[in-house]
């Protein structure tokens, strides 16, 4: 009889035990995965209860991910310190373990079969592991005929819980992959697309993506509002470190006395307030690809500590003495004229060598003018559906005002006028009175003359900043969000450009 009894269970193991192998590559909701496994673990033991147990290795406990039976919402409000009770010891040791009666085991602590109350008898809990190292437990709880676990039990759950730990780093690698996605979406905007179909714009897409494949340092220029950072993601995305995250940083943005600590990161007690040690931009870029926009805003000391750094390989985190080496692939970005910079004295001519392996120039929104048409479609269908609106044209008079003016924001300014044409429009079609630009002739005749290209691209700045603001009344976080720019970065312009801040 016995014998019948444990053909029938081996087939039906067998049986659920394909079933999980199969959720191992289709199923990518973790918790919906954990409850089948346990589900079907608890049939393959027949235990009128179970449980499964994530470690948290930082804080050395275990938490009730998963459970089933009478009690199953009850118990997951306690947590197991490692080492403490049968699954503490089985997480400490990674070895399995089979009590017949739990009340003649010195290692049974019953607190939380006391508090629930449920009556324990017999339990056999087994360690999930990635490779060598314990993820979890899982355990089963008196056998539903009301007898005790048995050696074959604890054999065949070796096999299960082996199975179903593969299932679960599967799971989690797959929630990671889809987080990484899920931040480089955000990261893109959902209209940040590179959009367009003309020569110059088909030209330097064909130019990244010779340049991917390769480790060279890359130099992205190109005036503001053109694109620079989406570039250096499609390079990042279609280069062989693409599985890495890209880290990025405007320089510009974060205070010179800050730079630092933002690119190497510190040492506990490196300074005051340095209550832990922070790991540094290029450290998180190891084995990928670290974007520095804004480049040519960096001081000449911190030119200097990244031109070693890019020739060395190696850093040093504030107030560390410990070399840590890096692999990394860097690219930058500037809307300077480095020649001049460098004329001037403000920019290191070695450094500029080494970041300037391959260049690559965006093309201005006035010299692809040919893709407007594509690129409004493209931000109207982004914004009517953050509208809820279907169907919303654009008007050909619309359509020639946007073709007639020269954008010297480029693409952000760009996408920004849209935005506001479709919130400020009629949600039916949209009319010229709608965009934002500056009325009047914007033909070279009516550029101003007698001044410097800084001093013209000063003023647009100035311009800019202020219509965003009259925009936000004043909010400059929301300001700066528009302008697609760092919060603190509109701060330093608001007070360089000495715009009224109300």
């Known amino acids: 009889m016995n014998t ?3 053909k029938d269970k081996k087939e039906l193991s067998i049986h659920r035990l394909k079933d999980i192998s199969s959720w191992v590559s289709s199923v990518h909701d973790l918790n919906r995965l954990l409850e089948l496994i346990l589900e079907s673990g608890t049939r393959i033991m027949r235990a009128q209860a ?42 400490k040791t990674g070895q399995p373990l089979l009590i017949e009666d739990v009340t003649r085991d010195r290692r049974w602590y019953r607190n939380i079969s006391d508090k629930i109350g449920y009556k324990t008898k017999s339990i056999v809990c087994t360690p999930m592991k990635d490779d060598d190292r314990v993820i979890g437990v899982i355990q089963f709880i008196n056998k539903a005929d009301g007898g005790s676990f048995q050696k074959s039990d604890l054999d065949l759950l070796a096999v299960f819980a082996d199975l179903a730990a593969l299932a679960i780093v599967n799971a989690k690698k797959f ?83 800050l730079l630092e600590d933002e690119l190497f990161g510190h040492e506990k007690g490196a300074f005051t307030g340095a209550v832990g040690q922070k790991i540094g931009k290029f450290e998180l870029a190891d084995e990928s690809t670290i974007f520095l926009d804004e480049i040519a805003e960096m001081s000449q000391t911190m030119q200097a500590k990244l031109l070693r750094v890019l020739q060395d390989g190696i850093f040093y985190r ?20 480095i020649a001049d910079e460098i004329q001037k004295g403000n920019f290191r001519k070695d450094l500029y060598y080494r970041l300037n392996v391959v260049e690559i120039n965006m093309p201005p929104l006035r010299e692809r003018k040919e893709d407007i048409p594509l690129l409004a479609r493209h931000f109207v269908d982004i914004f009517q559906r953050e509208k809820g609106y279907v169907n919303l044209d654009i008007s050909p008079e ?57 001093e013209a691209m000063d003023e647009f700045k100035k311009r800019f900043i202020e219509a965003n603001l009259k925009n936000t009344g004043g909010n400059q976080s929301k300001a700066a969000a528009i302008m697609g720019i760092q919060r603190t970065y509109l701060s330093r312009l608001v007070s360089r450009y000495g715009i009224n801040r109300k």
Not at 201 to 212: D, T
Not at 215 to 239: D, F, N, Y
Not at 318 to 337: E, L, Y
Not at 418 to 437: F, H, K, Q, S, Y
Request: glycine residues 8%; positive net charge; contains cysteine.
């Open 4 to 6: 019948v009894n444990d």
């Open 50 to 91: 179970s449980s499964l147990l994530f470690l948290d290795e930082r804080k050395r406990k275990l938490y009730f991910k998963v459970a089933t039976g009478l009690k199953k919402e009850e118990i997951k409000q306690f947590e197991i310190n490692v080492g403490q009770g049968i699954a503490g010891h089985v997480a």
């Open 175 to 257: 929630q990671l992959v889809d987080r990484e996605n899920k931040n480089l979406r955000e990261e893109l905007d959902t209209g940040s697309d590179i959009v367009g179909k003309s020569e110059p714009i088909r030209r330097v897409v064909a130019e990244a993506l010779r340049v991917a494949d390769s480790q060279a340092s890359t130099l992205i220029m190109g005036e503001s509002g053109t694109g620079k950072e989406l570039m250096a993601r499609l390079i990042h995305q279609a280069s062989p470190r693409k599985e890495r995250r890209l880290i990025t940083i405007n320089c510009a943005a974060v205070p010179e006395t």
């Open 318 to 337: 504030v107030g560390g003495n410990v070399p840590i080496s890096v692999d990394i692939r860097v690219m930058a970005a500037t809307n300077q004229n």
């Open 398 to 454: 619309a359509m020639n005002k946007m073709l007639q003016y020269d954008w010297p924001g480029n693409v952000r300014e760009f996408k920004n006028a849209i935005e506001r044409a479709v919130v400020m429009g009629n949600g039916r079609r949209i009319m010229p009175a709608d965009l934002p630009m500056l009325q009047g002739d914007a033909s070279m005749d009516s550029m101003p003359v007698g001044i410097t290209l800084r």
